[in-house]
C-alpha cells in the first residue's frame, strides 16, 4: 500500500460557531480559531476540519451557503481566513473544508435567478418538478422533518429540498452546474487548502424519474433513498479528475446510506473518487427499530462491535477508513456510550479513545472530545437551536408519537446541539468562550471539564489522547495493521487484534461500569502494555470498570 499522509493523521473538527469568540459578540469566529491554534499542534493533530464558514443566511448553521466564495460575517472576513491559513500551515496544520455541494441557500444568487422564471437560464441549476393531485410530486421527506417539496407559488411548481425549505438542492446532472462548483473547488484549493470534507455527497444524483418511496413514521419515505444515485460515481470521477487529482488531498465524503460495496468504490486505494467516507451504520447501532435516533436508546454492544470489524476487514486493502465517534451532528459519545458519573467520566472517555483509536483508519476528533465533554442537561424545548431536532420533535408530536416532557428527554440524548454548546477552555465565566452572551448555553459542567485544568494535569483525557496520537504516529501496526474481532457476542467487552507481519497488538475495552471476567489470551500474558487508562495492571481474570489497555506483542 502506498503511504499517503492522511493515513496515518489526525484530524481535529472545529465547528466555528461554538470554538472560540474574539470579539464579544457570543459567536465563534475565524480570529478565535487562529488563537488556539496552538493548542490544537500541542494535542498532536496533523489537520483541521472546519465546518462551513462561507457566506450564509444561516438557517441551518452554515450548512446553506449564499456565496461559495465570501465568508460568513460572524465568523469574520478572507483576510481573517488567510491569516488563520497561513498561521495553520505554519505549525504544520493542514486544513480541510466543508463542501456543501448537495445544496445551496435559497438567497444564492443562482436560485433567486432560477426561481425568477421557467424560462431563466438558471432554472436548470435546481430540481422543479409540477405538483401531483394538488400536493408534492411525490412523497419523499426532509431530513429535518415533513416534505421534502417546497411549492413555489411565482412558476406554480415544486423545488425538491432534502434538508430545509432554505437549502434547494443543486441539479448535478445539468454539466453547467457541475463547472460551476469544480470551478470553485479549484479556486480554494488555489488558495492553499488541504482537503474538502463533502457534506452528504453520496445524495447529489438522484434516482431517475424521483419514483415514490416507501413511507416511514412520519408518513414521508426517507431522504437516504436517493442515496448512492445512479450517476453519483460518474460525477466523483469527474470531480477526481477536473479537480481533485491536481493536488495532493484529504478528501472525505458524509454519505449517508452508504453500503460497504459502495464504499469500496468512493474510498478506493487506487485514488479514482475519494480517500475515504464517513458511513453512519455504527452511529444506528443504538437507534430504536421504528424511531429511529428520536426514540429511547438501544445500547447493543455486540451489534456495534459487528458493524464496525465488518467495516473493517471488508476495507482492509481494498479502501481507506474513516474513525469517529462524535461530530458536530451527533451527540457527546461520553454521555452515549460512555458514562457521565464523576467517578467514571474520565475513564470511559479513555476507554472509547482507546477503542477507536487503535483501529485502522484516519481518526477524528471532535473539539472538546479531547477533554470529554458531555451533552447538555437541557430542561425546555425553548432551549433547542438545532433545526433537525425541532423539525422531527415537532413531526412526532403532532402524530401523538412523543409527548413535550419526551421531547426534551430525547434532546438529551440526540439533539445536535449537545455537540455545539461553547468549547469548554476554563472554569471561568462562560468557560473562556465569550465575553458576552454565548450563542447556545454553556455546559455547568465547565467549571471542571475544561482544557485549561487538563493541559496542566498529567493524568487527563488531554494527555491521554496525546499518547494515543502518538502511537499512531510511531507505530505501522496502530496505521495498517489487520483486525480481527474477539469475543464477538460479550455483551460489555470489545476485545480486537491488529497485526502486521510479526508484531500484534491486543486491544481489550471495558463497556460497561461492573467488573468482567476476562482472560487475557495465553500469546499476550506478560507482553508489553503499550496504553492503558488504569495506573496498574488489571488482577488475573479481570477488567475494572471502564477499563482499556493495549497489549503488544513482537515476534
Given amino acids: 500500500m502506498a503511504e499517503k499522509w492522511w493515513q496515518r493523521s489526525v484530524v481535529y473538527q472545529i465547528y466555528p460557531r461554538s470554538f472560540q469568540d474574539s470579539n464579544g459578540d457570543g459567536i465563534g469566529d475565524l480570529p478565535g480559531i487562529t488563537s488556539r491554534l496552538e493548542y490544537i499542534r500541542a494535542l498532536g493533530a496533523d489537520a483541521i476540519w472546519l465546518s462551513p464558514v462561507y457566506k450564509s443566511p444561516n438557517d441551518d448553521n452554515g450548512y446553506d451557503i449564499s456565496d461559495y466564495q465570501d465568508i460568513m460575517t460572524e465568523f469574520g472576513t478572507m483576510a481573517d481566513f488567510d491569516a488563520m491559513l497561513e498561521k495553520a500551515h505554519a505549525l504544520g496544520l493542514k486544513i480541510v473544508m466543508d463542501l456543501v455541494v448537495n445544496h445551496s441557500s435559497d438567497e444564492h444568487a443562482w436560485f433567486v435567478e432560477s426561481r425568477a422564471s421557467k424560462d431563466n437560464p438558471r432554472r436548470d441549476y435546481y430540481i422543479w418538478r409540477a405538483g401531483k393531485n394538488g400536493a408534492a410530486p411525490n412523497n419523499w421527506g426532509s431530513c429535518f422533518g415533513g416534505s421534502a417539496w417546497a411549492y413555489d407559488e411565482k412558476t406554480d411548481m415544486y423545488y425538491l429540498h432534502l434538508f430545509s425549505k432554505k437549502q434547494p438542492d443543486l441539479n448535478w446532472d445539468n454539466p453547467v452546474v457541475r463547472d460551476e462548483v469544480f470551478s470553485m473547488m479549484d479556486w480554494w484549493l488555489q488558495k ?8 452528504v455527497i453520496s445524495l447529489i444524483s438522484k434516482p431517475a424519474g424521483l419514483p415514490d ?5 412520519t408518513g414521508y419515505a426517507s431522504f437516504e433513498l436517493c442515496a448512492n444515485g445512479p450517476h453519483e460515481h460518474e460525477y466523483l470521477r469527474e470531480m477526481n479528475r477536473r479537480v481533485l487529482s491536481k493536488y495532493d488531498l484529504l478528501t472525505v465524503g458524509e454519505c449517508a446510506g452508504v453500503t460497504l460495496e459502495e464504499a469500496k468504490s468512493y474510498a478506493n486505494l487506487d485514488g479514482s473518487e475519494l480517500s475515504m467516507v464517513f458511513q453512519f451504520e455504527h452511529m444506528g447501532a443504538d437507534f430504536h427499530p421504528v424511531l429511529g435516533r428520536y426514540a429511547e436508546q438501544c445500547k447493543n454492544l455486540p451489534k456495534l462491535k459487528e458493524i464496525l470489524s465488518r467495516w473493517q476487514r471488508e476495507l482492509d486493502g481494498v479502501a481507506w477508513n474513516s474513525l469517529y465517534w462524535d461530530n458536530h451532528d451527533q451527540p457527546r459519545i461520553v454521555s452515549r456510550y460512555g458514562s457521565e458519573k464523576e467517578e467514571y467520566r474520565e475513564r470511559s472517555a479513555k476507554m472509547l479513545a482507546t477503542c477507536l483509536h487503535m483501529m485502522q483508519g484516519t481518526p477524528y476528533i471532535y473539539q472538546g472530545e479531547e477533554l470529554g465533554m458531555t451533552n447538555y442537561p437541557w430542561t425546555s424545548i425553548d432551549q433547542i437551536n438545532d433545526i433537525e431536532s425541532l423539525g422531527n420533535y415537532r413531526d412526532l408530536h403532532a402524530r401523538g408519537l412523543m409527548t413535550e416532557a419526551e421531547g426534551v428527554e430525547m434532546m438529551r440524548r440526540r439533539s445536535r446541539d449537545n455537540a455545539r454548546t461553547p468549547m469548554q477552555w476554563d472554569a471561568g465565566e462562560n468557560a473562556g468562550f465569550t465575553t458576552g452572551t454565548p450563542w447556545l448555553p454553556v455546559n455547568p459542567n465547565h467549571t471542571f471539564i475544561n482544557a485549561a485544568e487538563q493541559v496542566k494535569r498529567p ?42 507481519g510479526e508484531e500484534s497488538l491486543l ?34 481474570g479481570t477488567l475494572r470498570p471502564w477499563e482499556a489497555a493495549v497489549y503488544r506483542r513482537r515476534g
Avoid: W
Wanted: aromatic residues 14%; negative net charge; charged residues 20%.
Fill in 192 to 199: 492553499g487548502i488541504d482537503g474538502f470534507r463533502m457534506d
Fill in 213 to 217: 418511496g416507501v413511507p416511514g413514521p
Fill in 459 to 500: 493524568d487527563s483525557v488531554f494527555h491521554y489522547y496525546q499518547k494515543l496520537i502518538a502511537l499512531r504516529k510511531e507505530l505501522d501496526v496502530v496505521v495498517y495493521g489487520h483486525y480481527r474481532l474477539l469475543e464477538p457476542e460479550h455483551p460489555a467487552l470489545f476485545v480486537y487484534t491488529r497485526t502486521l
Fill in 507 to 540: 486491544v481489550v475495552c471495558n463497556f460497561s461500569e461492573s467488573e468482567q471476567a476476562y482472560q487475557i489470551p495465553e500469546e499476550y500474558r506478560g507482553a508489553e502494555i503499550l496504553i492503558a487508562n488504569y495506573e496498574s495492571p488489571a488482577p488475573a
